[in-house]
């Protein structure tokens, strides 16, 4: 029989357990009953050992299970982005900001009718000035009602007439939520053709984008705005400019490791 008296064995049990937990694996076998299940490498009274030592460790020490957890979701997530960067990243046709060659892309989740997203929009203009190799990706993600759909779809006219960012600083700096009235005079103030954004509005390509956008959100499991994808992370809310310059100089940080 095996023996766990050391502390450094058991803080080892108790990490494997742990890890087990979080994977739902640290159970009576496996779903089909196959002797391949960790838990029965041990006899009926090492588990019971195990478990007694876990037990007590974690009675101890709680934290240790929300960090697992959140171990397990960080993975998780990083998987999920991975498997989708390049639909993530790729922008609409003029829906980008900063340096289009830039080496790290923040994406922007967004809805102008969200008062978070409003609030948030001066720390990204703020990132943009600061970091002169940021390329920031904006998705029109109209959540919100109507008028947002109506924003959303002027939006993406703007970017195909190159005028996207006018469009983007005159609606979340002018007064007020938006409403027809406002996004037409936006439309005007922003210099774009009214006729060609008129037209644009109801095209197939920006019904699409807006389509492509609210699905992309429902798999990343989005459940608000403004919501940010940058490197390996999913920021959600108005988190400030501190939180969203760390989590660019993260991802710059990690894709330097990666590439080394």
């Known amino acids: 029989m ?36 960790p838990a029965t490498q ?7 050992a195990i478990e007694a030592i876990v037990r007590d460790y974690i009675l101890t020490h709680p934290e240790i299970i929300p960090e697992a957890i959140n171990g397990m979701q960080a993975r998780e997530v990083s998987k999920l982005l991975a ?37 948030s929009h001066a720390d990204v203009t703020k990132l943009i ?33 190159n005028r996207y960012v006018a469009f983007n600083n005159a609606m979340f700096e002018g007064p007020g939520r938006p409403t027809h009235e406002r996004i037409v005079a936006t439309v005007r103030a922003s210099g774009l053709n009214e006729v060609a954004t008129a037209k644009a509005m109801q095209s197939g390509a920006v019904k699409a984008e807006i389509d492509k956008n609210l699905e992309l959100g429902r798999a990343l499991g ?32 990690n894709k330097a490791k990666t590439q080394g």
């Open 42 to 48: 041990y006899s009926p009274a090492e588990r019971a």
């Open 222 to 253: 989005l459940t608000g705005t403004p919501s940010y994808v940058v490197g390996d992370q999913i920021l959600s809310g108005a988190v400030g400019y501190d939180v969203l310059a760390k989590a660019v100089a993260d991802a710059r940080a």
């Open 83 to 119: 498997s989708n960067r390049a639909e993530i990243e790729k922008p609409f046709a003029g829906a980008v900001a900063g340096n289009p060659n830039g080496d790290t892309t923040l994406v922007v989740f967004f809805d102008y009718a969200c008062p978070y997203c409003r609030a």
């Open 2 to 37: 095996k023996h766990f008296n050391s502390e450094r064995s058991k803080m080892l049990l108790v990490g494997v357990a742990v890890a087990a937990l979080s994977f739902g694996i640290f159970a009576s076998g496996s779903a089909n009953g196959a002797a391949s299940s």
């Open 129 to 161: 000035a600061t970091d002169k190799n940021l390329r920031v990706v904006y998705r029109d993600f109209p959540v919100l009602g109507p008028a947002s759909d109506e924003a959303a779809a002027a939006s993406l006219a703007a970017a195909q007439q």
